[in-house]
């Protein structure tokens, strides 16, 4: 699909993508005031059907990022009833049968009112646009960002504040402009966080690990799934802090988002991870988290939203 020529929603209205335009002067344009979930939607050809992934957790992590930002106009107008009929509607009316990101976004839909939030009127809007490839599917080279990630105390992480992914773009830009395709990006006391809009998972002796809630990370939905997966595989599971070292003796690395699904990370500042390829954990859990996407499997189907 083209999303440009796509039907969008905007302040209570299906209208052309084209048309979809904040002012200038708005707040989110001026301060970035503006909270945001992308959520997954993926074609089953054999079936012919449309599956969303995990639609009421995504309405739950906005409605959180809202709480945090004091976003009271959205919680009390948009419950999940009706945010889950306009996403549907959104997929129906773009007549969508391929792999799409649904981006929805909560902002303060004032002019010049300054840095204030609290009371404001609060608008939705949402988009639908091709999936295609975010980092290498084949595997990924990354580099420890010589940016912080922002601290809770400061911007919080598990907040998907529009305005805090300037921090997320020194990072992704740094990595490019010295040839990576990723960055890893470290906490306030030097332990590994996340990539630029992913979760980050390593493997040691058969055990997954990835960073904790308390190290300035986004409370991930795919982060979440990859556990339950790995879980119901039998794979062991562990939430702790992990050095900046521990990458490089890593047998096994990936990466996880809506938009980034499974990537695995091949190298970590030109270290190779493992034997340099993905490893064979990772590609157990690629196939699993596919297909309670793309509804091929029977597992957690509770996760899964036919349009």
Same mark, same amino acid.
């Given at each position: 699909?083209?999303?440009?020529?796509?039907?969008?929603?905007?302040?209570?209205?299906?209208?052309?993508?084209?048309?979809?335009?904040?002012?200038?002067?708005?707040?989110?344009?001026?301060?970035?005031?503006?909270?945001?979930?992308?959520?997954?939607?993926?074609?089953?050809?054999?079936?012919?059907?449309?599956?969303?992934?995990?639609?009421?957790?995504?309405?739950?992590?906005?409605?959180?990022?809202?709480?945090?930002?004091?976003?009271?106009?959205?919680?009390?107008?948009?419950?999940?009833?009706?945010?889950?009929?306009?996403?549907?509607?959104?997929?129906?009316?773009?007549?969508?049968?391929?792999?799409?990101?649904?981006?929805?976004?909560?902002?303060?839909?004032?002019?010049?009112?300054?840095?204030?939030?609290?009371?404001?009127?609060?608008?939705?809007?949402?988009?639908?646009?091709?999936?295609?490839?975010?980092?290498?599917?084949?595997?990924?080279?990354?580099?420890?960002?010589?940016?912080?990630?922002?601290?809770?105390?400061?911007? !919080?992480?598990?907040?998907?504040?529009?305005?805090?992914?300037?921090?997320?773009?020194?990072?992704?830009?740094?990595?490019?402009?010295?040839?990576?395709?990723?960055?890893?990006?470290?906490?306030?006391?030097?332990?590994?966080?996340?990539?630029?809009?992913?979760?980050?998972?390593?493997?040691?002796?058969?055990?997954?690990?990835?960073?904790?809630?308390?190290?300035?990370?986004?409370?991930?939905?795919?982060?979440?799934?990859?556990?339950?997966?790995?879980?119901?595989?039998?794979? !062991?599971?562990?939430?702790?802090?992990?050095?900046?070292?521990?990458?490089?003796?890593?047998?096994?690395?990936?990466?996880?988002?809506?938009?980034?699904?499974?990537? !695995?990370?091949?190298?970590?500042?030109?270290?190779?991870?493992?034997?340099?390829?993905?490893?064979?954990?990772?590609?157990?859990?690629?196939?699993?988290?596919?297909?309670?996407?793309?509804?091929?499997?029977?597992?957690?189907?509770?996760?899964?939203?036919?349009?």
């Amino acid at each position: 699909m083209n999303y440009k020529d796509s039907t969008c929603y905007l302040r209570n209205a299906f209208i052309p993508f084209r048309d979809a335009n904040l002012s200038i002067a708005s707040s989110p344009i001026l301060y970035g005031l503006s909270v945001y979930t992308t959520a997954s939607a993926s074609w089953n050809e054999k079936q012919q059907k449309m599956y969303v992934f995990r639609l009421h957790d995504h309405h739950t992590r906005l409605v959180n990022s809202a709480k945090i930002m004091d976003f009271y106009d959205f919680i009390k107008n948009w419950p999940y009833e009706r945010y889950e009929k306009i996403v549907l509607q959104l997929l129906q009316k773009n007549k969508t049968k391929e792999d799409v990101l649904i981006r929805s976004t909560v902002f303060v839909d004032e002019l010049l009112a300054g840095t204030k939030m609290t009371g404001l009127a609060n608008s939705f809007s949402a988009f639908v646009y091709p999936l295609g490839e975010f980092l290498p599917q084949s595997g990924a080279h990354a580099c420890v960002s010589s940016w912080q990630r922002t601290p809770d105390n400061a911007i !919080p992480s598990r907040a998907k504040v529009n305005g805090s992914y300037a921090n997320a773009s020194l990072m992704k830009n740094e990595a490019i402009l010295n040839g990576y395709d990723e960055a890893i990006s470290l906490d306030e006391h030097g332990h590994v966080a996340e990539g630029t809009v992913a979760n980050l998972f390593i493997v040691r002796d058969g055990v997954l690990i990835t960073p904790d809630s308390a190290t300035d990370i986004l409370e991930g939905i795919t982060r979440d799934s990859i556990f339950r997966l790995a879980q119901e595989a039998g794979i !062991p599971c562990q939430e702790r802090t992990i050095d900046r070292s521990e990458l490089y003796i890593a047998d096994e690395m990936f990466m996880s988002g809506s938009s980034a699904r499974i990537t !695995p990370i091949l190298s970590v500042d030109k270290r190779t991870i493992g034997t340099g390829k993905s490893g064979k954990l990772t590609k157990k859990l690629m196939t699993k988290y596919e297909a309670s996407q793309r509804g091929s499997t029977t597992s957690f189907a509770h996760w899964r939203q036919a349009v």
